[in-house]
T-cell receptor
């Protein structure tokens, strides 16, 4: 089954540590996204990428960086983690990103806790 | 700022009844709309996409779109306890020259046996 996977699934870390979250997909999609979800809030876009050479900031990119290593891999880094980055992080992919289609498919998520 | 609004709930519906979930959006030129289901601690799962005014049916689910009123709804017929989840509305809009999904905060649905 074509799928989106994320590692790690859970991570507890301390303030100031560097953290990398990884996303891989076998869907063959060009477009990949990183979101965070906080209780009571909608999904917020951190970064997105349309191909290996095209990376764009989302609504809340401050404090984060990304790397698109290949069509199938998109990593999110927190250079110096802080407690308000505690959240559920999702990777998503889409085949199209047009006016009439932008169906996105999600990985299982990473629960990150920053102490 | 483009926005998508949903009633946070919880919306409590008896088993077997129709659950009606609503969503309004601010970007009047949006053309594609999505409903996702999210179980607690799990990832969002796409259940319906709708692009044209009117109704679109898929099994027990019906999505309704009214672009003039900027309103999208999801009806779940014959509600089952397994339908208990948070339902997220997403609207495709242009942000910084690219299409992005703008998300509502979700409506928590509880189906009571």
């Amino acid at each position: 089954d074509a799928d989106v996977t994320q590692t790690p699934r859970n991570r507890i870390t301390k303030t100031g540590k560097r953290i990398m979250l990884e996303c891989s997909q076998t869907k063959g999609h060009d477009r990949m996204y990183w979101y965070r979800q906080d209780p009571g809030l909608g999904l917020r876009l951190i970064y997105y990428s349309f191909d290996v050479k095209d990376i764009n900031k989302g609504e809340i990119s401050d404090g984060y960086s990304v790397s698109r290593q290949a069509q199938a891999k998109f990593s999110l880094s927190l250079e110096s983690a802080i407690p308000n980055q505690t959240a559920l992080y999702f990777c998503a992919t889409s085949d199209m990103n047009t006016r009439t289609s932008n169906e996105q498919f999600f990985g299982p998520g990473t629960r990150l806790t920053v102490l | 700022q483009k926005e998508v609004e949903q009633n946070s709930g919880p919306l409590s519906v008896p088993e077997g009844a129709i659950a009606s979930l609503n969503c309004t959006y601010s970007d009047r030129v949006s053309q594609s709309f999505f409903w996702y289901r999210q179980y607690s601690g799990k990832s969002p799962e796409l259940i319906m996409s709708i692009y044209s005014n009117g109704d679109k049916e898929d099994g027990r689910f019906t999505a309704q779109l009214n672009k003039a009123s900027q309103y999208v709804s999801l009806l779940i017929r014959d509600s089952q306890p397994s339908d208990s989840a948070t339902y997220l509305c997403a609207v495709n809009s242009v942000v910084d020259s690219n299409y992005q999904l703008i998300w509502g905060a979700g409506t928590k649905l509880i189906i009571k046996p």
